[in-house]
């Protein structure tokens, strides 16, 4: 008998079927090949892997791929059952004709040996049909235990951020750290109607990082502020596996937990009202990104919405924005309540100008009270005490001869960097805490003026005049029928009584 090459190919399925250790299926593959004149090269696993998708087996790809190289290195794949190739009927017949027709590649079950000719072909069609009907069946009554599990309570998906599994089937336990971030995102969005993309942008400054050690986007911030789990609830059957695409909220399970809340339900609440109420036009940019300072700030007098920026020319060639209702654009407002950036940045600087010099304000003092107050003088003071044990390591590293005398200079520079930021933030802290005994009116008067002269100065960019407005102005009304200007100005205030 000629000598042949083969692949071997294991795969253990996420669900719990009755099918053979992969040990034992290498086992049966090494005897056939034994057996039958066969050298496998290698044997290829996938553990803990579905095969209804072969897109989302890499081991399986890794192996088609190499099987189909032009030095033609096997003459045939071997696998347990054929179900361990593919429980997709359309897949299997796909990959095992590519392998066949193209490559001259077999594609053998050890355990369901077929005769050549026509029948062995539809005996083998009809074990692909099997599988995948059982594959199918098999979904629907892992489906109904998940989602009997989903009642009780169980969590039954990978922990988010904040969360760790320490014990399987027992529920997620907090991490403490983690949890910290948590309590940052829902108290900056709740109580000091921070946008995703800032808090994103705070905390990266930060050097916090997601779940999977990655820098933190707008649709993080989303999920963790979306996500139950943090007040004590689970959530189950969301998305759809295969596309992650939301289902509708009737398919949701979402019941109480059996873990340890983070936040208060209280607080959750809070920030689903807010994220309801939020008008968020699909493509709207962060605020930190508009180009015009007043980007994000002017209200329509008639309904309420965002005054939203076109960019046009003059004859001279210099440009300017046109606001106007996004509620008009829509057919949602009666009136456009158009007006130029020519004419409404004089206003407001007029207008910021009379408060200054009057000291005539009319404001509110937002008293939030949040169940948990975050402390971020502790953190910038944590993250510079961890800069101490970042110095010992490079220290160690040199002197074991691990890095070289530049790498340990450089890495020295690094951490010294990071500490005058640190330094600095903690600084600007000091700077405003020294302000909190002043009268409520003089610490805002203090703070208008300040960003007076911010947007007064050709030194700052828009998006940076954009930011100042935002700490103290909650909203900008020009109400063209009658020519005026309101600005609604507002004062966080932590300890307020």
Known sequence: MKQRYAYGYVRVSTDKQEELSPDSQEKLLREYARKNNMIILKIFFEIGVSGRKADKRPSFQEMIGSAKSKDHPVDAILVWKYSRFARNQEESIVYKSLLKKQNNVDV???????IDGPFGSLIERIIEWMDEYYSIRLSGEVFRGMKENALRGS????PPL?????????????VPEEAKVVKIIFEKYVNENMSFFDIARYLNSLGFKTSRNKNFECRSI???????IYCGMIRWNRTKNDTNEIKDRSEWIVTDGEHEAIISKELFDKAQEQYKVTYKPRGKRPPSTYKHWLSGLLK???????????????????YYAYFKCYGYCKGKCPRANGISSLVIEKAVMDSLKKVIYTRNIEFELKNYQPVEIINERSLLEERLHGLENKEERIKASYREGIDTLEEYKENKLLIQKEREE?????????????????????????????IYSIISSDKYT???????????????????QNDTLKIYYFLYKSNCG
């Open 108 to 114: 053998i079950s050890v355990s369901e040996p077929l």
């Open 162 to 174: 904040g969360y760790k599994i320490v014990e399987h089937g027992e529920p997620p336990v907090i």
């Open 422 to 450: 640190i330094e600095e933030q903690l600084s600007e802290f000091s700077k405003t805490e020294s302000t909190d005994q002043q009268d409520d009116k003089d610490v805002l008067l203090k703070k208008v003026s300040n």
């Open 462 to 480: 828009d998006a940076q005049k954009n930011a100042a407005l935002r700490q103290v102005i909650d909203r900008i009304v020009y109400n063209r």
């Open 300 to 318: 329509c007098p008639d309904c309420g919405r965002t005054l939203v920026a076109t960019t046009l020319h003059r004859a001279n060639g210099d």
């Open 155 to 158: 969590f039954q998906a990978r």
């Open 222 to 228: 989303e999920y963790i502020i979306q996500n139950p």
